[in-house]
């Protein structure tokens, strides 16, 4: 009976102590902690938190230190005369309903203030970024730039980026824990949030979640954010707006594929002509070296989708590119009616695409919603089975003969494990 | 059925209720005592359905990237876990209580509607059992608790998951309202002579709170239920996205009844504290009125608070103020009853049980979900929090540091008067250790993994985030739950055949439960009692701890004249018919009546799995039978 005190103080302790340990631990410890002011909007909630953690505390600490002084004071002894009866007192529950009020005033008041802050319309001129909610990835779109990517934000550090928050199917809910709190995706609804990331932010990366529970794979929607200078990111962005240009070969392979076309108008393919897009820089991306260890994805691979890595030295990204915009084979490969690869002939548009644009697709350091590093092998595993590689996905089985959850059976049109090679191959120069 | 204080007149009694024992006797009690055991075996028994869930679901999370069970299955398990822990458990372990002991401490024979009572066990059974089965054949409800619409419409979920969701809680819901109804007849009709509502025990008290916040509280989630309802099966657009519905339709609707909801469950477990801790500090409440208007506070204020649960959808800073504001607010009716608590021991002698020792943990631990309750009541600071595993650790605090561990509480209290027999207080310190030690290695480090950025209902999560210790502390935390769980139930079981050594009152308490026998004779009262003040147990056996109080008739002697001797403790065990008190005769209706509703919910599956051919006829068929019953059960007699 007595020991019951010891224990009850346990987690008084805990909480000190672990409280002293968080804020002496790095990032690295804590990598995804909500305790930073990297935005302006993060530094306002922290400065309600501190002041409702620091008054929650003294309360929670006076008050379980008084139940503690009881308990150990008035335990029952044998024999111990009649306890003093007493049915209330006027002027001690006076002072127990008002002192409430004066701990609540001053979280209130900053509560109040901040909330009316950080909800006023953003400044003008802010960088504009859409934000779509998709079963399970994210879209991002920054219109006045003609952008729309995916799973990867790059936002410049220094300069107020507006987000307009919207779905395409369920509720979800936008999440960067170490750069602001969170704001729902909700249908028919626009939801708008606003912050500015410190202009003294390094180049850095952060990972963001789904928080809205939104289906089978809610776990696996997933996204990171780049914070980098404004010079690297109109670097990044001149080039994301260009058109799928590949690499040099392929640019050329199409020109004269196109000019071909012009020869022998019988034969013309359905797929229009692409622009001879100029070979320019490849523009700034974040540097892999940068992504630090817990926003490279170790989702292990599931052991039923089976696919031999020495194939995908033999990919040949010509090969892979008539394969999948060959109408044809939109049996098979089909990826151009669920993606928009801009360039390529376009069955779907951004608004109804039910994938992420592939157009830069090469550029960015993850796939699936920020569940598989982007490499060779993962892109031919996700290709080959992404039924099994991501629950409830809507993208199809296309590996031939491989077992679609979706199908309930075996895929009989689809693709040889060459063929996705060669896929994977053209993707990867989607630089 | 006795209606008032009236000295029963000798009945003509028929076939009386006399059968004490054998399944048919439970199968068609009307009487609120058995009753009230059977919400308690059921609801227990549903405690280890929810605790095998909340097992494999910290299993699952463990260790990153876990394999233990899939998407789909963690998605049905975390959705039937908080399901079951609400609507199976800690709800019907509420009813079980209010069945047993309101009418005892009111000084009542039964409740006012007895059949309807066993309709309503029998609703909440069948009820149970239906929206639980699905689990064993993976079609379980997988879309959260509180079932967000668009994600529970047909495009978004096809298949029968949800609609086991939609009609097991409608099904649940008339158990509740029924029951309501009942309760606060009963409350309001049927108190002994001189049980003013200002002497009215302090559970009956919060539990008459509570019969009017369901009555509140469901009608809201009836209607977005129907709206779900007739969307899925009639196409109806409710919540059709392409019609242009808004989603925060449901929201709002949902936690319209969704915040009142909190305090339904975490009411009665006030009221049982209320009773432990002045038993076992020898002294009497603190503050009764300031408990009693503080526990009404919180019932009207918890119904203008839900959009707290709605921060992040966007309503604008001046509706997020206002909630913000409203939430904190129900800090301080809450923040005055742990000081009364306090208050109620300070001073005292006291006696450290099993049952006081959950009493007082249940204060430490509340406080705990009240102080971080107050930091999410801020919306700035909510936006980090909401949908956290910090809002889990919070809501796990309040239901089962308040809640469960308060109602365990109360389970090792009135097990005597209940069954004749004591719980080992030996195996119920191991219980309250386990259990006290594990909820605490559970729910603490969630505190942090919330705060460090994990997000709640993934059913995995990356390595390197930095919650993998957090995560590993809390699933050793439920081994601990679970052996806790595991003495409990070798505990109950052993007593429930054990030696019936308890006597009337066998810690010494001040309410009227305790002046009849235990267990109670099936009319409880062989002689109506004569109240006269909060206490009347005292007044007699302890006249010394009531002298001094206010509320007491002052003239002690006074007062043992007007109870008389056979109030003193009552001993008589003789049946309602050797004493020509008239008692509701046992039917079967009831259980039919129940029976039948519930097939009538089930038919509209049928829709979906079958033809609507078979489903119209299940469904005529099965009115046909509900009508039946129905007919059959107003058209005999009560008594």
Same mark, same amino acid.
């Given at each position: 009976?007595?020991?019951?005190?010891?224990?009850?103080?346990?987690?008084?302790?805990?909480?000190?102590?672990?409280?002293?340990?968080?804020?002496?631990?790095?990032?690295?410890?804590?990598?995804?902690?909500?305790?930073?002011?990297?935005?302006?909007?993060?530094?306002?909630?922290?400065?309600?938190?501190?002041?409702?953690?620091?008054?929650?505390?003294?309360?929670?600490?006076?008050?379980?230190?008084?139940?503690?002084?009881?308990?150990? =004071?008035?335990?029952?002894?044998?024999?111990?005369?009649?306890?003093?009866?007493?049915?209330?007192?006027?002027?001690?529950?006076?002072?127990?309903?008002?002192?409430?009020?004066?701990?609540?005033?001053?979280?209130?008041?900053?509560?109040?203030?901040?909330?009316?802050?950080?909800?006023?319309?953003?400044?003008?001129?802010?960088?504009?970024?859409?934000?779509?909610?998709?079963?399970?990835?994210?879209?991002?779109?920054?219109?006045?730039?003609?952008?729309?990517?995916?799973?990867?934000?790059?936002?410049?550090?220094?300069?107020?980026?507006?987000?307009?928050?919207?779905?395409?199917?369920?509720?979800?809910?936008?999440?960067?824990?170490?750069?602001?709190?969170?704001?729902?995706?909700?249908?028919?609804?626009?939801?708008?949030?606003?912050?500015?990331?410190?202009?003294?932010?390094?180049?850095?990366?952060?990972?963001?979640?789904?928080?809205?529970?939104?289906?089978?794979?809610?776990?696996?929607? =997933?996204?990171?954010?780049?914070?980098?200078?404004?010079?690297?990111?109109?670097?990044?962005?001149?080039?994301?707006?260009?058109?799928?240009?590949?690499?040099?070969?392929?640019?050329?392979?199409?020109?004269?594929?196109?000019?071909?076309? =012009?020869?022998?108008?019988?034969?013309?393919?359905?797929?229009?002509?692409?622009?001879?897009?100029?070979?320019?820089?490849?523009?700034?991306?974040?540097?892999?070296?940068?992504?630090?260890?817990?926003?490279?994805?170790?989702?292990?691979?599931?052991?039923?989708?089976?696919?031999?890595?020495?194939?995908?030295?033999?990919?040949?990204?010509?090969?892979?590119?008539?394969?999948?915009?060959?109408?044809?084979?939109?049996?098979?490969?089909?990826?151009?009616?669920?993606?928009?690869?801009?360039?390529?002939?376009?069955?779907?548009?951004?608004?109804?695409?039910?994938?992420?644009?592939?157009?830069?697709?090469?550029?960015?350091?993850?796939?699936?919603?920020?569940?598989?590093?982007?490499?060779?092998?993962?892109?031919?595993?996700?290709?080959?089975?992404?039924?099994?590689?991501?629950?409830?996905?809507?993208?199809?089985?296309?590996?031939?003969?491989?077992?679609?959850?979706?199908?309930?059976?075996?895929?009989?049109?689809?693709?040889?494990?060459?063929?996705?090679?060669?896929?994977?191959?053209?993707?990867?120069?989607?630089? | 059925?006795?209606?008032?204080?009236?000295?029963?007149?000798?009945?003509?009694?028929?076939?009386?209720?006399?059968?004490?024992?054998?399944?048919?006797?439970?199968?068609?009690?009307?009487?609120?005592?058995?009753?009230?055991?059977?919400?308690?075996?059921?609801?227990?028994?549903?405690?280890?359905?929810?605790?095998?869930?909340?097992?494999?679901?910290?299993?699952?999370?463990?260790?990153?990237?876990?394999?233990?069970?899939?998407?789909?299955?963690?998605?049905?398990?975390?959705?039937?876990?908080?399901?079951?822990?609400?609507?199976?458990?800690?709800?019907?372990?509420?009813?079980?209580?209010?069945?047993?002991?309101?009418?005892?401490?009111?000084?009542?024979?039964?409740?006012?509607?007895? =059949?309807?009572?066993?309709?309503?066990?029998?609703?909440?059974?069948?009820?149970?059992?239906?929206?639980?089965?699905?689990?064993?054949?993976?079609?379980?409800?997988?879309?959260?608790?509180?079932?967000?619409?668009?994600?529970?419409?047909?495009?978004?979920?096809?298949?029968?998951?949800?609609?086991?969701?939609?009609?097991?809680?409608?099904?649940?819901?008339?158990?509740?309202?029924?029951?309501?109804?009942?309760?606060?007849?009963?409350?309001?009709?049927?108190?002994?002579?001189?049980?003013?509502?200002?002497?009215?025990?302090?559970?009956?008290?919060?539990?008459?709170?509570?019969?009017?916040?369901?009555?509140?509280?469901?009608?809201?989630?009836?209607?977005?239920?129907?709206?779900?309802?007739?969307?899925?099966?009639?196409?109806?657009?409710?919540?059709?996205?392409?019609?242009?519905?808004?989603?925060?339709?449901?929201?709002?609707?949902?936690?319209?009844?969704?915040?009142?909801?909190?305090?339904?469950?975490?009411?009665?477990?006030?009221?049982?504290?209320?009773?432990?801790?002045?038993?076992?500090?020898?002294?009497?409440?603190?503050?009764?009125?300031?408990?009693?208007?503080?526990?009404?506070?919180?019932?009207?204020?918890?119904?203008?608070?839900?959009?707290?649960?709605?921060?992040?959808?966007?309503?604008?800073?001046?509706?997020?103020?206002?909630?913000?504001?409203?939430?904190?607010?129900?800090?301080?009716?809450?923040?005055?009853?742990?000081?009364?608590?306090?208050?109620?021991?300070?001073?005292?002698?006291?006696?450290?049980?099993?049952?006081?020792?959950?009493?007082?943990?249940?204060?430490?631990?509340?406080?705990?979900?009240?102080?971080?309750?107050?930091?999410?009541?801020?919306?700035?600071?909510?936006?980090?929090?909401?949908?956290?595993?910090?809002?889990?650790?919070?809501?796990?605090?309040?239901?089962?540091?308040?809640?469960?561990?308060?109602?365990?509480?109360?389970?090792?209290?009135?097990?005597?008067?209940?069954?004749?027999?004591?719980?080992?207080?030996?195996?119920?310190?191991?219980?309250?250790?386990?259990?006290?030690?594990?909820?605490?290695?559970?729910?603490?480090?969630?505190?942090?993994?919330?705060?460090?950025?994990?997000?709640?209902?993934?059913?995995?999560?990356?390595?390197?985030?930095?919650?993998?210790?957090?995560?590993?502390?809390?699933?050793?935390?439920?081994?601990?739950?679970?052996?806790?769980?595991?003495?409990?139930?070798?505990?109950?079981?052993?007593?429930?055949?054990?030696?019936?050594?308890?006597?009337?009152?066998?810690?010494?308490?001040?309410?009227?439960?305790?002046?009849?026998?235990?267990?109670?004779?099936?009319?409880?009262?062989?002689?109506?009692?004569?109240?006269?003040?909060?206490?009347?147990?005292?007044?007699?056996?302890?006249?010394?701890?009531?002298?001094?109080?206010?509320?007491?008739?002052?003239?002690?002697?006074?007062?043992?004249?007007?109870?008389?001797?056979?109030?003193?403790?009552?001993?008589?065990?003789?049946?309602?018919?050797?004493?020509?008190?008239?008692?509701?005769?046992?039917?079967?209706?009831?259980?039919?009546?129940?029976?039948?509703?519930?097939?009538?919910?089930?038919?509209?599956?049928?829709?979906?799995?079958?033809?609507?051919?078979?489903?119209?006829?299940?469904?005529?068929?099965?009115?046909?039978?509900?009508?039946?019953?129905?007919?059959?059960?107003?058209?005999?007699?009560?008594?």
């Amino acid at each position: 009976m007595n020991r019951t005190p010891t224990l009850r103080l346990g987690p008084t302790l805990m909480l000190v102590g672990a409280m002293l340990a968080l804020a002496a631990c790095s990032t690295q410890t804590y990598p995804n902690s909500t305790f930073t002011s990297h935005t302006d909007l993060n530094a306002d909630i922290n400065a309600v938190w501190n002041r409702v953690f620091v008054l929650g505390m003294a309360v929670f600490v006076i008050v379980e230190l008084l139940l503690f002084y009881v308990i150990v =004071r008035y335990r029952g002894k044998p024999g111990a005369p009649m306890p003093k009866q007493v049915h209330g007192n006027h002027t001690i529950e006076m002072i127990w309903t008002a002192s409430p009020i004066l701990i609540l005033i001053p979280i209130i008041v900053p509560t109040v203030k901040t909330t009316f802050k950080t909800q006023a319309p953003a400044a003008a001129g802010s960088l504009q970024v859409e934000v779509y909610g998709h079963q399970w990835w994210w879209e991002f779109r920054y219109p006045e730039l003609g952008i729309v990517t995916a799973n990867e934000l790059y936002i410049p550090t220094g300069k107020t980026v507006n987000f307009t928050l919207q779905t395409r199917d369920v509720v979800h809910s936008f999440w960067t824990p170490r750069l602001a709190g969170k704001r729902d995706l909700i249908t028919n609804k626009v939801n708008h949030m606003w912050y500015t990331p410190d202009p003294a932010l390094a180049e850095d990366v952060f990972n963001g979640f789904c928080a809205e529970y939104c289906g089978t794979s809610h776990a696996n929607m =997933r996204f990171r954010v780049y914070t980098v200078s404004q010079q690297d990111f109109d670097s990044w962005a001149r080039h994301q707006k260009t058109e799928a240009i590949g690499s040099p070969a392929l640019a050329a392979a199409r020109v004269a594929a196109d000019s071909a076309a =012009r020869r022998a108008p019988a034969r013309a393919s359905v797929i229009p002509a692409a622009a001879p897009a100029p070979v320019e820089d490849a523009g700034y991306v974040f540097p892999a070296g940068k992504m630090g260890a817990h926003t490279v994805p170790k989702t292990p691979m599931p052991a039923s989708v089976k696919f031999d890595d020495a194939l995908l030295a033999q990919g040949d990204a010509a090969r892979g590119r008539t394969l999948i915009t060959t109408p044809a084979n939109l049996g098979k490969a089909g990826c151009l009616t669920c993606h928009v690869i801009k360039g390529e002939q376009a069955y779907v548009n951004d608004d109804v695409a039910r994938g992420p644009n592939l157009t830069h697709v090469a550029s960015r350091h993850t796939i699936a919603g920020g569940i598989y590093p982007l490499d060779p092998s993962h892109l031919a595993h996700w290709i080959k089975n992404a039924q099994v590689m991501k629950p409830g996905t809507s993208m199809n089985t296309f590996g031939l003969g491989e077992y679609s959850p979706l199908l309930k059976g075996k895929v009989t049109v689809g693709l040889t494990d060459a063929e996705i090679a060669d896929v994977v191959a053209y993707l990867l120069t989607l630089k | 059925m006795a209606s008032s204080a009236a000295p029963a007149p000798a009945f003509a009694a028929a076939p009386a209720a006399t059968g004490q024992s054998g399944l048919w006797s439970w199968l068609t009690t009307v009487d609120h005592k058995r009753i009230g055991m059977l919400y308690l075996w059921t609801s227990l028994a549903f405690l280890f359905v929810g605790g095998t869930e909340a097992f494999i679901l910290r299993l699952q999370l463990a260790h990153p990237n876990g394999q233990v069970v899939s998407a789909e299955v963690y998605n049905q398990l975390f959705t039937m876990h908080g399901t079951t822990m609400i609507f199976l458990v800690v709800m019907p372990l509420s009813a079980a209580f209010f069945n047993f002991l309101i009418p005892l401490q009111i000084g009542a024979r039964d409740v006012a509607f007895p =059949r309807l009572n066993a309709f309503s066990y029998w609703v909440y059974l069948f009820g149970g059992i239906f929206i639980t089965l699905p689990v064993f054949f993976n079609v379980a409800p997988d879309a959260g608790w509180f079932g967000y619409a668009p994600l529970t419409t047909n495009q978004f979920s096809p298949g029968i998951h949800i609609d086991f969701w939609v009609l097991g809680l409608q099904i649940l819901g008339v158990s509740s309202l029924a029951a309501a109804v009942n309760f606060i007849t009963t409350i309001i009709h049927m108190r002994a002579p001189g049980m003013s509502m200002a002497r009215m025990p302090m559970f009956t008290w919060m539990s008459f709170v509570v019969q009017f916040m369901l009555v509140l509280a469901f009608p809201a989630i009836t209607i977005a239920l129907f709206f779900l309802q007739f969307d899925r099966f009639f196409g109806t657009q409710f919540y059709e996205l392409a019609a242009g519905a808004d989603p925060l339709l449901w929201q709002h609707l949902f936690w319209i009844f969704g915040h009142p909801e909190v305090y339904i469950l975490v009411l009665p477990t006030f009221g049982l504290v209320s009773e432990i801790t002045p038993t076992f500090s020898e002294k009497p409440l603190f503050g009764y009125n300031v408990m009693v208007f503080s526990g009404i506070l919180i019932g009207f204020l918890g119904f203008g608070v839900w959009a707290h649960h709605m921060f992040a959808v966007g309503m604008g800073a001046t509706a997020d103020t206002i909630f913000g504001i409203g939430t904190m607010l129900i800090g301080i009716p809450t923040g005055i009853k742990i000081f009364n608590w306090i208050a109620t021991m300070w001073g005292g002698n006291l006696r450290f049980t099993v049952a006081m020792k959950f009493a007082i943990a249940f204060v430490a631990l509340f406080l705990i979900g009240g102080v971080s309750g107050v930091m999410h009541a801020s919306p700035p600071t909510d936006l980090q929090q909401t949908d956290t595993y910090f809002i889990v650790a919070h809501f796990h605090y309040v239901l089962f540091g308040g809640s469960v561990m308060g109602i365990m509480g109360g389970i090792y209290h009135y097990f005597p008067k209940m069954t004749g027999r004591f719980l080992s207080e030996k195996l119920g310190n191991w219980h309250f250790w386990m259990f006290f030690i594990g909820m605490n290695l559970t729910f603490f480090p969630m505190h942090f993994s919330g705060m460090l950025g994990m997000p709640r209902r993934v059913y995995t999560y990356d390595a390197g985030q930095g919650w993998d210790t957090f995560n590993l502390i809390s699933t050793i935390g439920v081994v601990f739950q679970g052996i806790g769980l595991f003495v409990f139930a070798y505990n109950f079981l052993k007593s429930w055949k054990g030696e019936k050594n308890a006597p009337g009152d066998p810690w010494s308490a001040g309410t009227l439960e305790w002046s009849i026998p235990s267990p109670p004779p099936e009319y409880n009262f062989a002689q109506l009692p004569i109240v006269t003040s909060r206490y009347p147990l005292w007044d007699i056996k302890h006249p010394e701890r009531t002298a001094e109080l206010r509320h007491s008739d002052p003239d002690t002697a006074v007062v043992a004249e007007a109870h008389g001797v056979p109030m003193l403790e009552q001993t008589e065990t003789r049946t309602a018919k050797a004493l020509g008190i008239p008692m509701p005769f046992p039917t079967i209706k009831p259980l039919f009546a129940a029976l039948f509703m519930v097939m009538l919910f089930a038919s509209l599956i049928f829709l979906h799995t079958a033809s609507l051919q078979v489903a119209v006829v299940s469904m005529i068929g099965t009115t046909l039978l509900f009508i039946g019953a129905v007919y059959s059960w107003l058209t005999s007699p009560l008594e």
